[in-house]
């Protein structure tokens, strides 16, 4: 019998190209390819799980503000009910509230809702500027209560929508650095939208004095 090299058998099978090289070169290479393997994994595992963590923050933001939204939804028929009975002439500008709480309520996704909220402020401004040209409703109890209620949710949402905008912009941030970006790419890490209000919603937000 002829006795084979030793060195080629002890050659990894998968480093075939190494044949008939040192074999303490080749498990060398081995354990360097290995390595650099297991450190691209965790590096992976690290960047899908800062992405994540970063989603799940702006996501709990958006819960805020999505229960801050519900506040004003279920305020929103008694104010309009009270100023109906001080107001019933001013149809349009209720039949807008009535409809644009309506989309509002309905809205499914965050970006469906920005822009349902939106409109929704921007009805509300016009109905407490309605609400100026009648003395006594302005002077009716319910009626301030609810001004008091209404702009008390405001300022929740303002500062829940501050919070949320502030996470959604880490988020988005983090999934278009490199190489993250390619992670968010892998894993279909999607951008958030940002729950802007227009120039027409400020112009015409609520404005509630007593």
Same mark, same amino acid.
């Given at each position: 019998?002829?006795?084979?090299?030793?060195? /080629?058998?002890?050659?990894?099978?998968?480093?075939? $190209?190494?044949?008939? !090289?040192?074999? &303490?070169?080749?498990?060398?290479? #081995? @354990?360097?390819?290995?390595?650099?393997?297991?450190?691209?994994?965790?590096?992976?595992?690290?960047?899908?799980?800062?992405?994540?963590?970063?989603?799940?923050?702006?996501?709990?933001?958006?819960?805020?503000?999505?229960?801050?939204?519900? /506040?004003?939804?279920?305020?929103?028929?008694?104010? $309009?009910?009270?100023? !109906?009975?001080? &107001?019933?002439?001013?149809?349009? #500008? @209720?039949?807008?509230?009535?409809?644009?709480?309506?989309?509002?309520?309905?809205?499914?996704?965050?970006?469906?809702?920005?822009?349902?909220?939106?409109?929704?402020?921007?009805?509300?401004?016009?109905?407490?500027?309605?609400?100026?040209?009648?003395?006594?409703?302005?002077?009716?109890?319910?009626?301030?209560?609810?001004?008091?209620?209404?702009?008390?949710?405001?300022?929740?949402?303002?500062?829940?929508?501050?919070?949320?905008?502030?996470?959604?912009?880490?988020?988005?941030?983090?999934?278009?650095?490199?190489?993250?970006?390619?992670?968010?790419?892998?894993?279909?890490?999607?951008?958030?939208?940002?729950?802007?209000?227009?120039?027409?919603?400020?112009?015409?937000?609520?404005?509630?004095?007593?």
């Amino acid at each position: 019998m002829i006795a084979r090299p030793v060195s /080629r058998a002890l050659t990894p099978p998968v480093f075939g $190209v190494l044949a008939g !090289k040192d074999p &303490a070169v080749t498990w060398i290479v #081995t @354990l360097i390819v290995l390595g650099a393997l297991v450190l691209f994994a965790l590096m992976l595992v690290g960047i899908y799980n800062g992405l994540t963590r970063k989603r799940v923050a702006a996501q709990t933001a958006w819960a805020d503000v999505d229960v801050q939204l519900k /506040r004003r939804y279920d305020l929103i028929p008694n104010l $309009v009910n009270t100023v !109906k009975g001080y &107001a019933s002439h001013e149809k349009d #500008t @209720l039949e807008r509230v009535i409809a644009a709480r309506a989309r509002a309520v309905d809205s499914r996704t965050p970006a469906e809702t920005i822009e349902a909220n939106n409109m929704l402020t921007a009805a509300l401004g016009r109905l407490m500027a309605v609400s100026e040209a009648y003395p006594d409703l302005k002077a009716n109890t319910n009626f301030m209560q609810l001004q008091e209620e209404l702009t008390s949710t405001e300022n929740k949402i303002g500062f829940a929508r501050q919070n949320y905008n502030r996470n959604a912009s880490q988020y988005n941030e983090g999934i278009a650095v490199f190489p993250a970006n390619i992670v968010a790419g892998m894993f279909n890490f999607g951008r958030m939208d940002f729950f802007e209000v227009t120039d027409a919603t400020v112009r015409e937000a609520p404005k509630v004095a007593f």
